[in-house]
C-alpha cells in the first residue's frame, strides 16, 4: 500500500538577534490535540503549494508577517501521529528574516517570544525535545527524521544528516 501522509510545515520565527523563537501556546481551543502545550507555527500544504509558499502563507495566516529569509532544517517523518493515527510528513524552517509585528494571538493560542535556550522549561510535545535542537544548532545540514507515535505518545526517534 503506497504510503501518503499528511503534507505539512513547521515554523520557528527567531528574532533579530537569533536569541528568541516566536512559540504558540495551544490554549484557545479545548478540542485541540495540542492543548496545553508549545509549538511553532505551521500547518498543512494545500493543493498547488510548494513546501517554501506554504510555510510562508501559514506564517502569515498565524503570525501576520511576511517570511523574508528562511532555511530548510530539515523534514520528520511521523508514523501514527494525527487525532486518528494519521501519518504527518513535515518540513522544519527556521525564519532567521521577516517583516512585520506578531500579534499576541490567534485562533490557536496566544503568541510568545521564548528564549531559545528556555525552550526546554516548557510543555510540548515529549517528541519536538529531540528535534529541536537541530533546528537551532550550527550544522548547516538538514536532518532528516522518523518519529512513530502510537496512542498519543512517541515510540522512537531517529534521524540522519547529510
Known amino acids: 500500500m503506497p504510503y501518503t501522509p499528511i503534507v505539512a510545515t513547521?515554523?520557528?520565527v527567531l528574532s533579530p538577534d537569533g536569541q528568541r523563537v516566536l512559540m504558540v501556546h495551544r490554549n484557545a481551543r479545548?478540542?485541540?490535540?495540542?492543548?496545553?502545550?508549545?509549538?511553532?507555527?505551521?500547518?498543512?500544504?494545500e493543493p498547488g503549494e510548494d513546501i517554501a509558499a506554504c510555510m510562508r502563507r501559514e506564517i502569515r495566516e498565524e503570525?501576520?508577517?511576511?517570511?523574508?529569509?528562511m532555511r530548510l532544517r530539515g523534514t520528520l517523518n511521523w508514523p501514527g501521529f494525527g487525532k486518528n493515527g494519521e501519518d504527518w510528513l513535515?518540513?522544519?524552517?527556521?525564519i532567521t528574516r521577516f517583516e512585520g509585528e506578531p500579534p499576541a494571538s490567534n485562533a490557536e493560542g496566544?503568541?510568545?517570544w521564548v528564549p531559545v535556550n528556555g525552550l526546554d522549561a516548557l510543555p510540548m510535545w515529549e517528541g519536538d525535545r529531540n528535534f529541536l535542537p537541530l533546528v537551532f544548532d550550527?550544522?548547516?545540514r538538514p536532518f532528516h527524521g522518523v518519529m512513530p507515535y502510537k496512542d498519543g505518545r512517541m515510540v522512537s526517534w531517529s534521524y540522519t544528516r547529510l
Open 10 to 12: 513547521l515554523g520557528y
Open 30 to 45: 479545548k478540542d485541540d490535540q495540542h492543548l496545553g502545550k508549545y509549538n511553532g507555527l505551521g500547518g498543512k500544504m
Open 63 to 69: 503570525a501576520g508577517i511576511e517570511c523574508v529569509e
Open 90 to 94: 513535515g518540513f522544519i524552517f527556521a
Open 110 to 112: 496566544n503568541l510568545e
Open 138 to 140: 550550527d550544522d548547516p
